[in-house]
């Protein structure tokens, strides 16, 4: 089975640093995209960022960009977020979220079809 395993969530200030990292397993996680999805309190799930399989090309949201960084371990079978200058609004259950196949285009960012339980990231005003 497909399983995706998010942790690192936690609280952090305004300003600071937090890194998440998501393990994969049940797929030959080296030939999918990857992506972060969030939910922040009372919202909908916003997309974050996307990875293609070989890791050389990555999307971001626009409000994450310069902030965030995603990137991906295939010899580990891990997808991380490095996660800087956070801000209060960036409080949200993230997951990691696995798509059909290598690539990821931004017309097809929501065309993940597995995810994880998330992890819960809580930056205090």
């Known amino acids: 089975e497909v399983q995706l395993v998010e942790s690192g969530g936690g609280l952090v200030q305004p300003g600071g640093s937090l890194s998440l990292s998501c393990a994969a397993s049940?797929?030959?996680?080296?030939?999918?995209?990857m992506s972060w999805v969030r939910q922040a309190p009372g919202k909908g799930l916003e997309w974050v960022s996307a990875i293609n399989s070989g890791g050389d090309i990555v999307m971001y949201k626009d409000s994450m960009k310069g902030r965030f960084t995603i990137s991906r371990d295939n010899a580990k079978n891990t997808l991380h977020l490095q996660m800087n200058s956070l801000k209060p609004e960036d409080t949200a259950v993230y997951y990691c979220?696995?798509?059909?196949?290598?690539?990821?285009?931004?017309?097809?960012?929501?065309?993940?079809?597995?995810w994880g339980q998330g992890t819960l990231v809580t930056v205090s005003s």
């Open positions: 979220a696995k798509y059909r196949g290598p690539t990821v285009t931004l017309a097809t960012i929501y065309g993940y079809t597995y």
């Open positions: 049940g797929f030959t996680f080296s030939s999918y995209a």
